[in-house]
Nanobody, 122 residues
């Protein structure tokens, strides 16, 4: 069973950058698909990015392509989300999640972190 703890959120001006980290415990981390999701105030939680166990394949929602990069370090049991050129509409609570299937749906992920707040000011 994987447990997840996010960190790295905060307040940043538009155009700035943040790097989120998600530290995982559990021996099955390297086999898990890892995803990042976000939930803005008054909106449903949405898919942001995902990465397979080897790190060789990634997928992004269109709104963050070219600005966000997901990566993982299996030796450190950690997945990252590098966020550049941030926009006010990126403001949300960001969650990392682990699951067995490479899919963008929330139901495909069995383990979730507690979330970290990202606020982008204009």
């Amino acid at each position: 069973q994987v447990q997840l703890v996010e960190s790295g959120g905060g307040l940043v001006q538009a155009g700035g950058s943040l790097r989120l980290s998600c530290a995982a415990s559990g021996r099955t981390f390297s086999f898990s698909v890892m995803g990042w999701f976000r939930q803005a105030p008054g909106k449903e939680r949405e898919f942001v990015a995902m990465i397979i166990g080897s790190g060789r394949t990634t997928t992004y929602v269109d709104s963050v392509k070219g600005r966000f990069t997901i990566s993982r370090d299996n030796a450190k049991n950690t997945v990252y989300l590098q966020m550049n050129s941030l926009k006010p509409e990126d403001t949300a609570v960001y969650y990392c999640a682990a699951g067995p299937r490479y899919a963008t749906t929330q139901a495909s992920y069995s383990t979730w972190g507690q979330g970290t707040q990202v606020t982008v000011s204009s």
